[in-house]
C-alpha cells in the first residue's frame, strides 16, 4: 500500500473530476481536474528541478489555489513540504534555508531578489516565483509539462513536511512530521467532525501552519468537496460568504472580529453546520456571546505543530466552555508532575500526549527530540493542563513564556535578543499581555543603559520591525529602571505582567 498522503487525498476525490475544489473571493472556480493536472505538472518541474523523495521544498508565497496544487505537488514527489510565513523577515529567513537546506524555494516575485541571494548561498539549487494571482516562473516554467505525474510510493513514515516552530531558547526547530502522522489525523478529525457530501468548508487562515494547511485543507480534499477560499481573513468578505458554507475553522480573534459586526446573526449562520476553533485559548465569553447570537455551539479544539491535532470537544454531546474536550480517537493524553509522574483526576501539571500524529522529531536535533519525549514514547507538549473526571481536557497555561497573539506563536527569546542588540539597552523581558482582538499581544520592557538615553520607543519598534515577522513587534515598549529578579536571577515575569497590564490596557492618551 501506497502511504503517501497525495495519494489517499486522490482516492477521496469525486470520481467526477469536473466538480468543483476551491471557489476564489473574485469568484473563479477550479475544479478537482485542475488540481490534479496542475500538481501534476508543478511536481514534473520539481522533478526535472532535481527534486528527490526526501528534498526539502521551501515555500514562502501568498495564498493562492495554485499554493495549494504546489503543495499537493510536494506530496506527490515525496519531498518534504516547508511552508514559511509571509511575515518572515530576511534575518528570519537565513535561519530557516541555512538549517533545511531545501532544493528549491518558490517564493513572491517581489522577493525573488533578494530571497534569492540569500537561497543561493546557502547552497538552494533553485528559485521560482508565485504570486497571490497564480502567476509566476512556476506556473510558465511547467505548463507545457505532463500532468500525469506519478505519484511517489511512500512509507508511512516518510516525511510530508518540515514545519518550523520556536523553543523557549535558541532558533526555530523543524518539526518532521510523517505521512501516516498526517493521514491518521485527518482521517480522525474527518470523522470526529462528521463530514458529509454537502459540506462547504469557508476557508479564511493561512496555508503555511498546521490548522490552514493540514487541518482546514486537509478535511476537505479528504471530503472531496468545495471550499469557498478567501486570500486572508476579513469580517465583510466573510459575512458575505457564509451562507453559502456549513464549516468554519478559525482562531479565536476571527470569533472576536465577527462579534463586533453587527451583520453576525443566526440569519448569516443560516446554512452553518459547524463552526471550530483553535491555535490559541477562546474566552468563555467569546463561546457564550457567540452562541447567545447565532445560536451555534463553537467547537474548540487543541492541537500544536508537532502533533496536529489532539484534542476536541464533541459534535454530538456537551462542547464545555474552557475546555479542549477530550482526546481524539486513538490518541492518549496523561498530565504529569514532578520527574513525569501521572497525577490524579483534576490535578493541573504538564500534558503529554501519545499516538499515530505525535511527530518523527526536530530536524537534525536528535538531543532535542530525546528530551521532549518520555521513555514511553509520551510526548511533553510544554502546555500545563488538567483533565477532569469526564475527561475533558482544560489548557491552563503554558510552561514556558510563549505568547500566543492571534493564533501565531512568539517565543520572548527571539524579540529580547533583537532589543537587547541595540545600542543604549542594557536588557529586556517581552511578556504577553491580555489584548481584545489578539488575545495576548506582545509587550516589551527595557532597561536603558542610561535612563535618559539611549533609544525611544518608536526605535526599539522599527527595530524589530527590520528583523522580525510584524507579529512578534511589540505593541508597546515601557522602560524601567530594573526588571523584577528572583533569587536565582531570573527575570520575574509574572511581576512584569502584573504591573504593566493595566497601563497596556489604558489608551496611552489617559494615562
Ligand atoms: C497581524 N498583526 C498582528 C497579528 N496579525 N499582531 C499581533 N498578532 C497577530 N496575530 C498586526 C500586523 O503586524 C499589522 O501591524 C496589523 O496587525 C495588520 O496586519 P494584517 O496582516 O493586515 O493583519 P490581519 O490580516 O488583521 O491579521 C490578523 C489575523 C492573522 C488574526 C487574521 O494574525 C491570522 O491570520 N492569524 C491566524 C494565525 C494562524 O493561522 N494560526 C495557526 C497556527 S497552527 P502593523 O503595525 O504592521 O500595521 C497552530 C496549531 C493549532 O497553532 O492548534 O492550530
Ligand atoms: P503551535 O506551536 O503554533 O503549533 O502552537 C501550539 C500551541 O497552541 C499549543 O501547545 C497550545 O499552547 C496552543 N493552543 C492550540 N489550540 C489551543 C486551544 N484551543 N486552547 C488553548 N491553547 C491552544
Redesign the pocket.
Known amino acids: 500500500m501506497n502511504h503517501n498522503l497525495f495519494a489517499l487525498f486522490q482516492s477521496r476525490f469525486p470520481s467526477d473530476r469536473s466538480k468543483p475544489f476551491i471557489e476564489t473571493a473574485g469568484g473563479r472556480t477550479y475544479t478537482y481536474a485542475e488540481a490534479e493536472q496542475a500538481s501534476g505538472r508543478f511536481a514534473g518541474l520539481l522533478g526535472k528541478l532535481g527534486v528527490q523523495p526526501g528534498d526539502r521544498l521551501a515555500v514562502q508565497v501568498e495564498k493562492s489555489p495554485e499554493a495549494v496544487f504546489l503543495h499537493l505537488a510536494s506530496l506527490r514527489l515525496g519531498a518534504v513540504y516547508l511552508p514559511l510565513n509571509t511575515a518572515y523577515r530576511a534575518a528570519e529567513m537565513k535561519h530557516f534555508l541555512s538549517d533545511a537546506e531545501p532544493k528549491v524555494l518558490v517564493c513572491r516575485p517581489e522577493d525573488e531578489a533578494e530571497r534569492g541571494a540569500l537561497a543561493h548561498d546557502r547552497g538552494v539549487a533553485r528559485v521560482l516565483s508565485l504570486d497571490g494571482e497564480g502567476h509566476g516562473s512556476l506556473v510558465e516554467d511547467s505548463a507545457g509539462l505532463d500532468a500525469d505525474y506519478p505519484t511517489a510510493e511512500t512509507g508511512p513514515d516518510e516525511i510530508a513536511a518540515l514545519l518550523y516552530?520556536s523553543g523557549t531558547t535558541g532558533k526555530p526547530k523543524g518539526a518532521m512530521l510523517s505521512h501516516h502522522n498526517l493521514s491518521s489525523n485527518l482521517l480522525t478529525l474527518h470523522r470526529a467532525w462528521g463530514w458529509n457530501s454537502a459540506d462547504v468548508l469557508l476557508h479564511a487562515l493561512p496555508l503555511f501552519?498546521?490548522h490552514g494547511l493540514f487541518v482546514a485543507l486537509g478535511c476537505v480534499l479528504l471530503n472531496g468537496t468545495s471550499m469557498l477560499f478567501l486570500p486572508k481573513f476579513d469580517v465583510g468578505q466573510t459575512l458575505r460568504l457564509l451562507p453559502r458554507a456549513t464549516v468554519f475553522m478559525g482562531v479565536p480573534t476571527h470569533y472576536v472580529r465577527l462579534l463586533a459586526h453587527s451583520g453576525l446573526n443566526r440569519d448569516a449562520c443560516r446554512t452553518m453546520r459547524l463552526f471550530v476553533?483553535?491555535?490559541?485559548?477562546?474566552l468563555e465569553e467569546t463561546f457564550r456571546a457567540f452562541t447567545q447570537r447565532t445560536g451555534h455551539t463553537i467547537l474548540?479544539?487543541?492541537?500544536?505543530?508537532e502533533t496536529c491535532m489532539n484534542m476536541s470537544n464533541p459534535l454530538d454531546g456537551e462542547r464545555i466552555a474552557g475546555t479542549?474536550g477530550p482526546p481524539l480517537p486513538g490518541i492518549e493524553a496523561r498530565i504529569t508532575g514532578t520527574e513525569g509522574k501521572a497525577l490524579a483526576v483534576g490535578d493541573t501539571g504538564m500534558l503529554e500526549v501519545r499516538g499515530p500524529n505525535v511527530f518523527k522529531g526536530y530536524w537534525r536535533q536528535a538531543e532535542k527530540t530525546a528530551a521532549e519525549f518520555r521513555d514511553d514514547g509520551f510526548f511533553i507538549?510544554?502546555?500545563l493542563a488538567r483533565i477532569d473526571e469526564r475527561g475533558y481536557v482544560s489548557?491552563v497555561g503554558?510552561a514556558g513564556d510563549?505568547i500566543?497573539s492571534g493564533g501565531y506563536?512568539v517565543y520572548p527569546k527571539e524579540v529580547e535578543a533583537v532589543i537587547d542588540a541595540l545600542e543604549g539597552v542594557a536588557e529586556s523581558a517581552v511578556v504577553g499581555l491580555a489584548h481584545s482582538d489578539f488575545g495576548e499581544a506582545v509587550v516589551a520592557v527595557v532597561r536603558r543603559q542610561e535612563e535618559s538615553g539611549g533609544p525611544s520607543e518608536g526605535e526599539i519598534i522599527a527595530a524589530v520591525k527590520r528583523d522580525l515577522a510584524n507579529y512578534k513587534v511589540p505593541k508597546r515598549v515601557f522602560f524601567t529602571g530594573e526588571l523584577p529578579r528572583n533569587s536565582m536571577g531570573k527575570v520575574q515575569k509574572n511581576v512584569l505582567r502584573e504591573s504593566f497590564a493595566k497601563t497596556f490596557s489604558t489608551p496611552p492618551e489617559i494615562q
Do not use: K, Y
Request: charged content about 15%; aromatic content about 0%; overall charge neutral.
Open positions: 516552530t501552519h498546521t476553533s483553535g491555535s490559541a485559548p477562546l474548540e479544539r487543541c492541537g500544536m505543530t479542549v507538549t510544554g502546555d489548557i503554558r510563549m500566543i506563536n
